[in-house]
């Protein structure tokens, strides 16, 4: 089992920065690739960065290429996301995600979830 808790969600102005963390716990979280998603009002849940276990390969969304950067400290079972210039149609709530691979977390059939963090971006 492994659970998750995301903190740094808020209020941010277009052009700024915000980190998200999400704390894992678990014997084995470190060996899990992990990744977040998001969900704005009305929309159907998307990924938007992944990274393995190793912290070496990561992936991003289309949309935030270039913007947001995804890292792990596996010392302290956290990955972050590092939303820089964020956009207010950035704006939803952030889960984060682990899986065996980046592969299932892709898929969507993500076996282990956090409750979610709201970020909102205002123009």
């Known amino acids: 089992q492994v659970q998750l808790v ?7 102005q277009a052009g700024g920065s915000l980190r998200l963390s999400c704390a894992a716990s678990g014997r084995t979280s470190s060996m899990y ?15 938007v960065a992944t990274i393995n276990w190793s912290g ?48 299932v977390l892709s898929s969507g059939v993500v076996p282990y979830w956090g409750q979610g963090t709201q970020v909102t971006v205002s123009s």
Do not use: H
């Open 33 to 47: 690739a992990m990744g977040w998603f998001r969900q704005a009002p009305g929309k159907e849940r998307e990924l």
């Open 6 to 12: 995301e903190s740094g969600g808020g209020l941010v």
């Open 56 to 103: 070496v390969d990561t992936s991003y969304a289309d949309s935030v290429k270039g913007r947001f950067t995804i890292s792990r400290d596996n010392a302290k079972n956290t990955v972050y996301l590092q939303m820089n210039s964020p956009k207010p149609e950035d704006t939803a709530v952030y889960y984060c995600a682990a899986g065996r691979t980046r592969v």
